[in-house]
């Protein structure tokens, strides 16, 4: 059995439900504290506010609702037929239907679930490109590293290295053409010779 979300005897379906529900509460709670009920002008700015901005859809925030419905109607400040009507839309302690197939419910249902299909393929794609780029970032370093003189050597003294080779090459050169010189000049004396 799942978890049960309960407020003051009031059993909500899910987390969002219940995390609804106790932030209404809170806004209750500071809403109560931080004006003055008392003053009828204050209660009416709320109740309209909150009717228009649909801001309460739990049982606590339609019943907050309900008592400064009754407060400016028994103050006789405000008639009820002045009154716009608490909009109750879906009360969120309650089991609502599934959506059927042509209401308003399951065309945003199908909408957010597109939409989420939508970000799950484009992060598919996203994650395949990236897995791609690492691949070829590393094939790029390996055979970086294999060469000789790769940005991993850049900042040593490949210079005097490239010199050092140039010298030796001219070296081992020069002693091959000294060789064969005196080669030649054995090949003369031998030829001189009576």
């Known amino acids: 059995m799942g978890k049960k979300y309960t407020i003051e005897g009031y059993v909500f379906q899910d987390a969002s439900d219940y995390e609804r ?3 209404e509460r809170e806004t209750i709670a500071y809403l109560s504290a931080n004006t003055d009920m008392a003053n009828m002008k204050e209660i009416y700015k709320i109740y309209k506010l909150s009717v228009e901005k649909k801001s309460f859809q739990t049982i606590f925030g339609l019943v ?3 008592e400064l419905r009754n407060r400016l109607i028994g103050s006789q400040t405000v008639t009820e037929d002045l009154l ?3 909009p109750t839309g879906r009360v969120l302690t309650v089991s609502s239907p599934k959506p059927s197939g042509g209401g308003a419910d399951a065309k945003e249902l199908k909408k957010y679930k597109e939409a989420y299909q939508k970000a799950k ?3 598919l794609i996203k994650n395949f490109l990236i897995a791609v780029l690492v691949v070829v970032v590393g094939v790029m370093l390996f055979i970086t590293s294999q060469n000789q003189y790769s940005i991993f050597t850049y900042f040593t003294n490949y210079e005097e ?3 050092n080779e140039v010298v030796n090459e001219f070296e081992e050169w020069q002693q ?3 060789e064969r010189e ?3 000049d ?3 004396e031998k030829l001189q010779e009576p």
């Open 21 to 23: 529900a106790m932030k």
């Open 64 to 66: 907050f609702l309900e």
């Open 84 to 86: 716009e009507p608490i």
């Open 121 to 123: 393929s484009g992060s």
């Open 161 to 163: 290295d490239i010199r």
């Open 176 to 178: 091959q053409l000294d």
């Open 182 to 184: 005196k080669e030649l």
């Open 186 to 188: 054995e090949r003369e």
